[in-house]
């Protein structure tokens, strides 16, 4: 079955600096979604991918979708402590359901 | 809108009782999931439903486990008996053409 694969499991960031997550599927994708469920709550959609190499930005969030269609990256800017969480890619194929990424739990250094 | 409405917030149960979790979901979304969150596990689908029928259920770990929706906007999610290992966070999500919103989940506990 789609399996998704997500890097780093963790985050540790000094509070200014950027980082990456990154997603990988091991089958082609016709979408990706990115969720963010901040500690003690529920995921909440961030946004949908649904072009070959489509990029996306939201103030200081970019997300990329792959040329293939395969993988995908959340990259923030300048992290703030609001941006603490966990962040999950989820891959839809050929039916409508979602899978789900382990996540990427960010935490910030002020 | 009120979002999706998932009760109870916190379950804690014996083993071997009946846990039953509510969800209704947002006006207007035809498709509802029952998912359900781990440490060990992550994000697991159990269910999903499309106008109110079941289409896949391949998530449900076994014959203890069983969801009904009746309307479009009530669905529950029935665990008979309940065992320890069944410990998690459940959240129901509902979906029209896009992402998903999820409810604020009940964290059940088996003792």
């Known amino acids: 079955g789609q399996q998704v694969m997500q890097i780093p499991q963790y985050q540790h960031v000094q509070e200014g600096e950027d980082f990456t997550t990154y997603c990988n599927s091991s089958t082609t994708l016709s979408n990706i979604q990115w969720y963010k469920q901040r500690p003690g709550g529920h995921p909440v959609f961030l946004i949908q991918?649904?072009?070959?190499?489509e990029v996306k930005k939201q103030k200081r969030l970019t997300f990329q979708f792959g040329e293939a269609k395969k993988n995908s990256s959340l990259h923030i800017t300048a992290t703030q402590t609001t941006d603490v969480g966990t962040y999950f890619c989820?891959?839809?194929?050929?039916?409508?359901?979602?899978?789900f990424g382990a996540g990427t739990t960010v935490t910030v250094r002020a | 809108d009120a979002g999706v409405i998932q009760s109870p917030r916190h379950e804690v149960t014996e083993m071997g009782q009946e846990v039953t979790l509510r969800c209704k979901p947002i006006s207007g979304h035809d498709y509802l999931f029952w998912y359900r969150q781990t440490m060990m596990r992550g994000l697991e689908l159990l269910i999903y439903?499309?106008?109110?029928?079941?289409?896949?259920d391949s998530g449900m770990p076994e014959d203890r486990f069983s969801a009904k929706m009746p309307n479009a906007s009530f669905s529950t999610l029935k665990i008979q008996p309940s065992e320890p290992r069944d410990s998690a966070v459940y959240f129901c999500?509902?979906?029209?053409?896009?992402?998903?919103?999820f409810g604020s989940g009940t964290r059940l506990t088996v003792v």
């Open positions: 989820a891959g839809r194929s050929n039916d409508y359901k979602l899978s």
């Open positions: 991918l649904v072009k070959s190499g």
């Open positions: 999500a509902s979906s029209y053409m896009g992402g998903y919103t």
């Open positions: 439903f499309n106008n109110n029928v079941p289409i896949d």
